[in-house]
């Protein structure tokens, strides 16, 4: 059964600082990985998409990277800002027979501070 | 786009009453998923349809939940009765092409509170 791990639970960051959010899975057969970014009270919103083919996916300050083989994810953020302050999930979804199921982590909440 | 498209976004009932959640999902989205938040559980998935049929409800709790998908463009989530243990917050998601290739995107929830 594929599990999902978030570490740390929160991380608090003073703004314009590097971060990187870390995922881990155990079990390598993936077919893609997802992160998502949640806001409280609020709906999850896809930040990236990484296929099992690829390594790495970017966007504006955002870069997630993907490990299989030492079953890894990161997000990297680069210059933080306040309005970075969320809940952050990764998500994947396995190879086989119900790869449509989303395993989800339990997530990281960062906290930027101004 | 509008996105996928919930209602209602809050919803307080009591116990032993019907509640229907409803979703709309993207245009063109030919799969849809029903998620349950809680805080101890994370997100749980109770139903995933593709094309309109439902293909694997083994995440719904109880007989006391159902789940419709009439038309491409609307879904709903039924419990009935509900029981203080069914608070929870609830997301539909849709997602292009076959569900297990596609990104997923997010309603943003219905947050039900069972007294």
């Known amino acids: 059964k594929q599990e999902v791990t978030q570490i740390p639970a929160a991380l608090s960051v003073p703004e314009g600082e590097n971060l990187v959010l870390n995922c881990s899975f155990t079990?390598?057969?993936?077919?893609?990985l997802q992160w998502f970014r949640q806001d409280p009270g609020k709906g999850l919103t896809s930040l990236l998409l990484?296929?099992?083919?690829?390594r790495e996916q970017t966007s504006g300050r955002l870069n997630a990277s993907l490990d299989k083989s030492s079953g890894r994810s990161t997000l990297y953020i680069a210059a933080s800002q306040p309005g970075d302050s969320a809940t952050y999930l990764c998500a994947l979804r396995s190879s086989g027979g119900s790869n449509y199921k989303l395993t989800f982590g339990k997530g990281t909440l960062l906290t930027v501070n101004p | 786009d509008a996105g996928v498209i919930q209602s209602p976004r809050h919803e307080v009932t009591e116990m032993g009453q019907e509640v229907t959640l409803r979703c709309k999902p993207i245009s063109g989205h030919n799969s849809l998923f029903w998620y349950r938040q809680t805080m101890m559980r994370g997100l749980e998935l109770l139903i995933y349809?593709?094309?309109?049929?439902?293909?694997?409800d083994s995440g719904m709790p109880e007989d006391r939940f159902s789940a419709k998908m009439p038309n491409a463009s609307f879904s709903t989530l039924k419990i009935q009765p509900s029981e203080p243990r069914d608070s929870a917050v609830y997301f539909c998601?849709?997602?292009?092409?076959?569900?297990?290739?596609?990104?997923?995107?997010f309603g943003e929830g219905s947050r039900l509170t069972v007294l």
């Open positions: 349809f593709n094309n309109n049929v439902p293909i694997d």
């Open positions: 079990d390598s057969a993936i077919y893609n």
């Open positions: 990484i296929q099992s083919s690829q």
């Open positions: 998601a849709s997602s292009p092409l076959r569900g297990d290739t596609g990104e997923l995107f």
